[in-house]
């Protein structure tokens, strides 16, 4: 059973730094490009960014790069986004997801993060 | 970068059928035949309904089906079911500069 597990969400004060994590298994993690996506409460979904299998290419929505950073570790079947400068606009939850056939075919459960002081 | 429009509501009674719109530009939808489709329970994470235009994961019944013509895709969800009541999304390749957009999200109420 394919299972993505995110986690290191939470309240964050604004300016601040997080790094979210997400654990897969059930598929072969090290042959699969990944991704994060997020969606604000209530609201609809925004494409964060891409890495292809071995972490060498990662692709970012425009207004994200420079404060994101996608990276993986095979070793643990693990993908992250480290956010930087977090600002209010950031609450969001926050899906990691296999990309696959140019859509995204198994998501996570989410995980929450507020920026607020 | 904007997103692809839906409508904000559909519906339609049991047994129905419902067509959901996602119009985007000759820079996503139209140039790509790389259009997913999402649907969405609430408090859920998204499911992956169609790919690939019109292409359909395993485990996702045949009643879904999916089209594009130029710059608009469609999904359509026929012999509705209380089950199908859910929010849908979709998403479009743009190219290098604008790798995945969405759309702004359709709710489907069964009546």
């Known amino acids: 059973e394919v299972q993505l597990v995110e986690s290191g969400g939470g309240l964050v004060q604004p300016g601040g730094s997080l790094k979210l994590s997400c654990a897969a298994s059930?598929?072969?993690?090290?042959?699969?490009?990944m991704a994060w996506l997020r969606q604000a409460p209530g609201k609809g979904l925004e494409w964060v960014a891409n890495i292809n299998p071995d972490g060498s290419e990662t692709y970012y929505l425009d207004s994200m790069r420079g404060r994101f950073t996608i990276s993986r570790d095979n070793a643990k079947d693990s993908v992250y986004l480290q956010i930087r400068s977090l600002r209010t606009e950031d609450t969001d939850v926050y899906y990691c997801?296999?990309?696959?056939?140019?859509?995204?075919?198994?998501w996570g459960q989410g995980t929450l993060l507020t920026v607020s002081s | 970068q904007s997103a692809l429009t839906q409508p904000p509501s559909a519906s339609g009674s049991p047994g129905q059928s419902v067509t959901i719109s996602c119009t985007g530009t000759s820079s996503d939808v139209g140039g790509y035949d790389h259009v997913s489709w999402y649907q969405q329970h609430p408090g859920k994470a998204p499911k992956l309904m169609i790919y690939?235009?019109?292409k359909r994961p395993s485990g996702v019944p045949d009643r879904v089906s999916g089209s594009k013509s130029d710059n608009t895709a469609s999904l359509t969800v026929s012999g509705l079911q209380a089950e199908d009541e859910a929010d849908y999304y979709c998403?479009?390749?743009?190219?290098?500069?604008?790798?995945?957009?969405f759309g702004t999200g359709t709710k489907v109420t069964v009546l």
């Open positions: 998403c479009s390749y743009g190219g290098n500069n604008n790798p995945y957009v």
């Open positions: 690939e235009v019109n």
């Open positions: 059930g598929f072969s993690f090290k042959t699969s490009w």
């Open positions: 997801a296999r990309h696959l056939h140019w859509a995204f075919d198994y």
